[in-house]
Each structure stands twice: as structure tokens, then as C-alpha cells.
């Protein structure tokens, strides 16, 4: 089986940084994604990460540590429209995508 | 149109029904998962599929069974409908290769009385 860790809920403030984190432990790895899930909607997809290191996009950066089975997201210049789920999924080696029970970020002005 | 479509978007059934959630995408992608979403439990795999006729199951595929006879369609049968079914489920599709993203369906929240 897996194990796919994040915390449940995080508060920050409109124009604040956001840090949140994910910690797997997965018999294979091909790939950890972040996606947004805003209430009552479809997740969509943020980011990608298969070798170590940062991936920059736009105001959202992902970072991956294969060895430490880490990842974090990083939300910048956070904005009202930021207040949504944000959920860490692994591909295990044959395709298999499983997910985290996801992050709830409730941005404040 | 293009995409990923589900159906029904809601529906309610009474326990001990059968009941099929239809997943359809356009893009021909050879991967499609199924998943259902709990409150607390974040999006829980019931079965995944990497091509026609090839089916494997997930984290919950208890009380559940898919097909794949055709690539675009992935269907998913409740066999007799508990209480403990009631979710939202989300089907998903995603093209072979590293690095490409699982597109989800809007879902279906289905209520089981």
C-alpha cells in the first residue's frame, strides 16, 4: 500500500506566503502532482515534479526530494480566490495515482 | 464536446439497487481512474484502467465493478447500493508519458437511501 501525508487545514493572509507540505511513502515513483480543488468542483491540475528540485509556476512552486519522500507547495501573493483544497497525488510506477486526503487553505483578508 | 464528461451529475437510489455511473472522454487517453470523495478521506481510488479490457482495482473496489470494452467509455457499476456508498465520485482519464496530468469529470454525487 501508501501513504500519502498533508496537513489538513491551513490559515494565511491575503498578500501572505503559503508552504504546504506532503510526505509519501509509495512501493514505486513515477511523478507527485499537486492539484486545486475548490469547493463543490473538479480538482485541476497545478504542477508536476518528477526529479529533484523546484518547478516554478507563475505564483506556485513545487519542490520534490525523492530520497525524503517530500514535496511541498508554495503559494505566493496569496489572493481570495486561493481559498480552496489542494491535494498531492503519487504515480506509482504502473500508472497507479493515488491521493493525499488534502489541504484546506483558507485565505483571510 | 472534447473532454472528459459524467453521468449522471446527481442521482438517488435506494439501498440494494444497482446502479452505473458513466465516464466518457473524447481525447483517447489510455488511462482512466475512477475515485470517490468523503469528507476526511480526501479522493479515494476505487479502480483504475490502462487500456480496453484491462482493468486493476484501487484503495476501496469493494461493492464495485468496471468495464473498458471501449477506450473513450469507463463505467462504473454500483452492484447493490449501500448507505456507505454515498459520495461524490470522480472519473478521471490521462495519456501515456511522464509528466501528463489526470483530467477529472465534474462529478457525480450520488446519495444511496
Known sequence: GQNIDQPTEMTATEGAIVQINCTYQTSGFNGLFWYQQHAGEAPTFLSYNVLDGLEEKGRFSSFLSRSKGYSYLLLKELQMKDSASYLCAVREDDYKLSFGAGTTVTVRA | ?113
Open chain 2, 1 to 113: 464536446d472534447a473532454g472528459i464528461t459524467q453521468s449522471p451529475r446527481y442521482k438517488i437510489t435506494e439501498t440494494g439497487r444497482q446502479v452505473t455511473l458513466m465516464c466518457h472522454q473524447t481525447w483517447s487517453h489510455s488511462y482512466m481512474f475512477w475515485y470517490r470523495q468523503d469528507l476526511g478521506h480526501g479522493l479515494r481510488l476505487i479502480y483504475y484502467s490502462a487500456a480496453a479490457d484491462i482493468t486493476d482495482k484501487g484503495e476501496v473496489p469493494d461493492g464495485y465493478v468496471v468495464s473498458r470494452s471501449k477506450t473513450e467509455n469507463f463505467p462504473l457499476t454500483l452492484e447493490s447500493a449501500t448507505r456507505s456508498q454515498t459520495s461524490v465520485y470522480f472519473c478521471a482519464s490521462s495519456e501515456e508519458g511522464r509528466g501528463t496530468e489526470a483530467f477529472f469529470g465534474q462529478g457525480t454525487r450520488l446519495t444511496v437511501v
